[in-house]
């Protein structure tokens, strides 16, 4: 059974900077692109970004494109977003899950194995 952790996430000004991880286990996440998610309160769930499967490419949402950075270590198995000068409007549950597809997708419906998230509040 796949199971995905995140971690890293808490309360940080606006300006600030978190590194979140997803590690995996049960499965090893080389074999797959992986995505970032975000849902804030009373919202949809909204595509942060993705990384293919050796981390050469990495694409994002237009409101994160140059502030937030995808990598990955399949070494140890984990994924990582690092998030800098974050603004007010970045508070949410941040979630990773595994993306189905061959060629990377924005769609929520096609990824599985949803970590738990993990929240990220930023204060102005």
């Known amino acids: 059974q796949v199971q995905l952790v995140e971690s890293g996430g808490g309360l940080v000004q606006a300006g600030g900077s978190l590194r979140l991880s997803c590690a995996a286990s049960g499965r090893a996440l080389s074999m797959y692109r992986m995505g970032w998610f975000r849902q804030a309160p009373g919202k949809k769930r909204e595509f942060v970004g993705g990384?293919?499967?050796?981390?050469?490419?990495?694409y994002y949402e237009d409101s994160v494109k140059g502030r937030f950075t995808i990598s990955r270590d399949n070494a140890k198995n984990t994924v990582y977003l690092q998030m800098n000068s974050l603004k007010v409007e970045d508070t949410a549950v941040y979630s990773c899950a595994i993306d189905r597809t061959r060629d990377g997708s924005n769609r929520d419906y096609d990824y599985e194995y949803w970590g738990q998230g993990t929240q990220v509040t930023v204060s102005s």
């Open positions: 990384i293919d499967l050796t981390g050469s490419a990495a």
